[in-house]
């Protein structure tokens, strides 16, 4: 660093070491501040900069070496027109425009070929509603809250080159006019998804092809968003770890996600709370769920949700005894007169098996048998069974099964290995 600032009023000053910078004008008026010199960065992250909201216009960012803008015009309020040319040096525009709540200007030339970092830049930046759509923001790496309570902000987006991104965390939060076509993007990279559409009032585009492999957290994600319901049934969410409050208060939301892998999830703290899923749907996501290998001692909130009797108040029974899970939901829809399970003496041998299975059931009539997938699908169903029963599962696919058996006194799920 090595720079000269000219004041504006006959004063200039010479600094060559980093830090605020300070001078008192003798006089109120306007005034035209230029640095030259070599600078790589202007700005001081999200700490206000005193008398920032003086600032109103920057007409050129010069030829100086500019690498960060990180923060540079954080919480200038009263900015309103930035340089149409951006550096191509700049690698860093975090919190660049956080809070410039009346920044509404045309940056849509800018390169930003280079720029490796875009979290929080709009933050709170509540009347930008510019074109950015040409942006070449392959290097970005970080977009989280980037649109971050922009509440005007809805331009198309959708052909962005979001490859490299790996943190999407808040980006859209309390963005509550977007509404934009990104199913298209490629967030094969991305590792954070909280609270990506939290409170995004209006957005319900299809993201259904999305590759969320390696994403760890969908906290929050869709919480407090009323209208987004599309199939997201296919996610690979494998990686997830915590999808606590994922669809808080999500009303509108009733898609079976009964197909998803959760061998990672721990923590799903009032995941569904203050939603209605079909019983339909939350039945596929109880049987589902429950054919699968899980974390123990799950806090799990299914909302308002109903499960029928039967396979799914088997699947939940699964749950909540063999893993421990705690499970807060609507209760069952149609209550059984059978409250109690009694299929004991059972043998299921050899389990894991690779094609044929034995049950053995001692002194108990079978008047039901279902083998159910990890679906929630029904693939096999007899209504008169043996008590010495022979399957055969040669032809079924290797995978988790529950095996559903139904007695005068009551059903009882079990879970089977495929090799």
């Avoid at 934009?180 to 585009?205: C, E, H, K, P, R």
């Amino acid at each position: 660093m090595d720079v000269t600032v000219d004041w504006g009023d006959t004063n200039s000053d010479t600094y060559i070491t980093v830090g605020n910078q300070e001078h008192t004008y003798a006089v109120e008026g306007i005034y035209t501040v230029s640095i030259s010199g070599s600078l790589t960065q202007f700005g001081k992250g999200q700490s206000l900069t005193p008398n920032i909201d003086k600032l109103v216009k920057v007409t050129s960012f010069g030829d100086i070496g500019l690498t960060s803008l990180y923060g540079a015009f954080n919480l200038a309020a009263n900015l309103i027109e930035l340089p149409t040319v951006l550096p191509s040096t700049v690698e860093n525009l975090n919190s660049m425009l956080r809070g410039a709540s009346n920044f509404n200007f045309d940056i849509g030339g800018w390169d930003v070929s280079n720029v490796t970092n875009m979290g929080h830049m709009f933050s709170s930046a509540i009347v930008f509603d510019q074109d950015i759509s040409t942006w070449n923001v392959g290097k970005v790496t970080d977009m989280e809250s980037m649109f971050y309570q922009c509440l005007v902000f809805n331009q198309d987006i959708g052909g962005w080159n979001v490859s490299s991104v790996k943190n999407m965390g808040s980006m859209f939060n309390k963005a509550r006019a977007f509404n934009q076509n990104i199913g298209g993007w490629n967030v094969s990279s991305v590792t954070q998804m909280g609270y990506m559409f939290a409170s995004a009032l209006v957005f319900d585009q299809d993201i259904s092809g999305w590759d969320v492999s390696k994403v760890s957290s969908m906290m929050s994600m869709f919480s407090l968003n009323k209208v987004f319901n599309q199939d997201i049934s296919g996610w690979e969410v494998s990686n997830v770890s915590n999808m606590k409050w994922m669809f808080q208060n999500a009303t509108a939301f009733d898609q079976n996600i009964g197909s998803w892998n959760l061998r990672k999830v721990s923590d799903m703290t009032d995941m569904f709370i203050g939603v209605t899923l079909s019983t339909a749907n939350y039945d596929n996501l109880l049987i589902g769920w429950a054919a699968q290998t899980l974390k123990s001692t799950v806090v799990f909130n299914g909302g308002n949700s109903k499960y029928s009797s039967g396979a799914a108040a088997a699947a939940r029974a699964v749950l909540t005894g063999t893993y421990g899970w705690t499970i807060t939901d609507g209760g069952q829809e149609i209550p059984s007169a059978v409250t109690s399970t009694d299929v004991n003496n059972l043998s299921i041998y050899p389990n894991p098996t690779n094609g044929i299975v034995h049950l053995d059931l001692v002194g108990k009539r079978i008047q039901n048998l279902k083998i159910v997938d990890v679906t929630g699908k029904i693939i096999a169903e007899n209504n008169r069974v043996n008590p010495t029963e022979t399957i055969d599962l040669s032809n079924f696919a290797n995978g988790l099964y529950l095996i559903i058996l139904q007695t005068e006194n009551g059903t009882q799920p079990f879970k089977l290995i495929k090799e």
